[in-house]
């Protein structure tokens, strides 16, 4: 792997776009995993970093990390206390609603249940002559989601619920798009990216606004869907 792709950086923190795949840090889940992106970018800057949230590994985009604890304390205080704007991006099944907030509580791994609140906002809709079980074309949605809270999974899981789950999202996803978009066009990845993030810095206080591009596959897909 090259490089990490850093987006943002001063004396206090850090931001990167992280490739999908890539995990942030190591894991109980993933112990047998020898590659993470706080080790890469500790290499790759030659000096200590420190997390302050998390992405699931099959999320690209924007990932803070600190460069002190002192920082990295002030940075996750931004976070608890949502002083902070988290914008993704996210191609999902069927035509989604439009615009609208979802408020439906979650249960996490431990089986403890807990509010969760998205916004969402429909960008583009597509239907394409790809037959799809008993229909005769395909439809999807380009959306961006807001979470107001900070759940495990909570876009992936808003957006199942919704019934409009993101593609390639695996398990909360559809398996039979899933297997349409691998079979037909080669497409393995999830398509969820954490496109920007809103914050005031957490030394200064001004106001930052942190943007990561979309990767190459998300790129593709959004071509051979017509999204115009």
Request: glycine share 6%; hydrophobic share 40%; with cysteine.
């Amino acid at each position: 792997m090259g490089p990490l792709e850093i987006i943002y950086r001063d004396e206090h923190f850090v931001a990167i776009n992280k490739p999908n795949g890539l995990l942030v840090h190591r894991t109980y889940i993933a112990a047998k995993e020898d590659i993470f992106a706080m080790q890469l970018l500790r290499d790759q800057l030659g000096q200590r970093v420190y997390t302050v949230h998390r992405l699931d590994r099959k999320t690209s985009g924007v990932l803070l990390f600190a460069l002190s604890t002192e920082v990295a304390a002030l940075l996750q205080e931004t976070f608890v206390s949502k002083a902070i704007e988290k914008k993704y991006l996210a191609i999902v099944r069927g035509f989604f609603p439009g615009d609208m907030e979802l408020d439906y509580p979650l249960t996490n791994d431990r089986g403890k249940k807990q509010n969760a609140q998205t916004r969402f906002k429909l960008i583009k809709t597509t239907e394409i002559p790809v037959p799809f079980g008993k229909h005769q074309t395909s439809r999807y949605s380009l959306i961006e989601a807001y979470p107001l809270t900070g759940r495990q999974h909570q876009i992936r899981k808003h957006c199942a619920h919704l019934n409009h789950p993101v593609i390639g999202d695996r398990p909360h996803g559809c398996n039979k798009q899933n297997r349409l978009f691998k079979e037909r066009w080669g497409m393995t990845k999830m398509l969820l990216h954490a496109a920007q993030i809103k914050l005031n810095h957490p030394v200064t206080g001004t106001p930052l606004v942190i943007k990561a591009d979309v990767p190459g596959e998300f790129n593709r897909v959004c071509s051979f869907l017509e999204f115009r």
